[in-house]
């Protein structure tokens, strides 16, 4: 665990000020759209509007102002103002998993023409401060990989990279194009329930568990976890893909998996890869997708450790929007 050291900077500024969900909401919507809108994904806007919806909604105001502590929304942070306009921002979404309480910094930003005057700096000295009055000691925060300034400043403030993420993004096509390979897509077979859990064990560590709403419990096999889907009404989609000779044979030698899970923000498409997995099974496996939910989905998503796999993932017609970099620091 890397240690942090609270920073001796951040002390009042007269620029620098909490977060008012009556009446900042608006503003600092308009500043993370300015600041990231070539890179958002659909959730990524929908967050940025509803951000918008709140700051015009009394009762949900009314609430916010003594929920900051016990919500993910993004109701606590910092923003740094001048002449009346908020031009920089560090939000503080709460999080807790496993009895342990973290915080997200998030949405870092400064509008480009004040950009290089240490405002950045400031919020997030600021925000590690916080999270060390409120006794948190896991602080997280993610940044482009193409955001060098960014990076050293975060790891000169004693953040270590744990992940490095992409988001991926395609459109749903009924006519999606089929692989010419000796790979088949398949259901997925109940006894590669293990190897398909161990690959997305790698995939999507536990080290990132508490920024997830979900488990892999749901896509366990068995009657009574259908049972319970079935209950809670969600529609959970499986493929598996195998060579065309185990398909035959039954043998079921599993070269990837891919499950849909359409609840939650975030990624949608969940991709198990063993490390000696044949890349057109992925490639298979994403084009089925896009066939097969084009009749519900416009548009569908997936996150993957960057680097493994790209390829593939290119091959079946998904765009990267952005790699972020996962770095955390302990109080």
Request: with cysteine; proline share 5%.
């Amino acid at each position: 665990m890397s240690s942090i050291t609270i920073p001796a900077r951040a002390e009042a500024h007269s620029n620098l000020r909490p977060l008012n969900v009556l009446r900042d909401l608006s503003a600092v919507a308009d500043l993370i759209e300015a600041c990231f809108s070539s890179t958002m994904d659909g959730d990524g806007k929908r967050y940025v509007q509803d951000m918008r919806r709140a700051g015009k909604d009394n009762s949900f105001l009314k609430w916010a102002n003594h929920a900051v502590e016990t919500t993910s929304l993004p109701l606590s942070g910092y923003v740094w103002e001048e002449n009346g306009r908020i031009i920089g921002n560090a939000s503080l979404i709460p999080y807790r998993h496993n009895k342990q309480h973290t915080y997200l910094i998030a949405n870092i930003a400064v509008y480009p023409d004040h950009r290089r005057k240490g405002i950045a700096r400031s919020l997030t000295e600021r925000a590690i401060q916080h999270a060390h009055e409120k006794n948190v000691d896991n602080i997280w925060l993610h940044v482009r990989d193409d955001n060098p300034g960014a990076i050293d400043l975060y790891t000169k403030l004693g953040f270590v990279e744990r992940a490095r993420r992409t988001s991926w993004q395609a459109h749903t096509d009924p006519h999606a194009p089929a692989l010419q390979t000796d790979i088949v897509v398949t259901d997925r077979n109940p006894n590669n329930w293990q190897t398909q859990l161990n690959w997305l064990s790698r995939l999507y560590p536990d080290t990132l568990a508490w920024h997830r709403n979900w488990t892999f419990t749901s896509l366990r096999p068995g009657l009574w976890n259908w049972l319970y889907l079935l209950f809670v009404d969600v529609n959970v989609r499986q493929w598996a893909a195998v060579k065309k000779s185990h398909s035959l044979t039954g043998s079921g030698s599993m070269e990837a998996a891919l499950a849909w899970i359409p609840y939650g923000r975030g990624e949608a498409l969940f991709a198990a890869t063993g490390e000696g997995s044949d890349p057109q099974a992925l490639t298979v496996l994403l084009l089925q997708a896009r066939r097969e939910l084009a009749h519900s989905y416009s548009s569908i998503a997936l996150e993957f450790p960057a680097g493994e796999f790209d390829k593939a993932i290119q091959a079946a017609g998904f765009t990267p929007l952005r790699t972020l970099i996962w770095m955390q620091a302990t109080l």
